[in-house]
């Protein structure tokens, strides 16, 4: 018990280094925004900001559509066991691999 294994997100100080370094890293990108010439097609493109905002909406778009598919292809919670209990009454204790040579 004593030599358990210290792992990278294990210290926090570690955690606000890698989340310090994402700001910076979106800072940069957003300042990078304003130097960076882009060759657009659509004049939307052009605005500041216009791929995180897409970005953004396209994952919330995800997220209600899954909720939405979710009510149809959503299965009981005992959906495989219904199953398994159907089977075993037809097969009356008979399981598809069983090798019970005694039997």
Known sequence: ???????????????????????????????????IHRHVVHPWEGMW?????Y????????????????VFLMRSEHYYDEKENNRSKRDQG???GDHNVDA
């Not at 570690?14 to 990078?32: E, G, T």
């Not at 970005?55 to 979710?70: D, H, N, P, Y």
Request: charged residues 15%.
């Open 49 to 53: 900001g216009f791929y995180p905002v």
């Open 94 to 96: 008979a399981k598809l």
């Open 1 to 35: 018990m004593g030599n358990e294994t210290k792992h990278l997100f294990d210290k926090p100080q570690n955690v606000k280094r890698i989340l310090y370094f994402l700001y910076l890293s979106c800072a940069i990108l957003m300042v990078l925004d304003f130097v």
């Open 55 to 70: 970005g953004f909406v396209g994952c919330v778009v995800l997220v209600l559509v899954a909720k939405w598919m979710r």
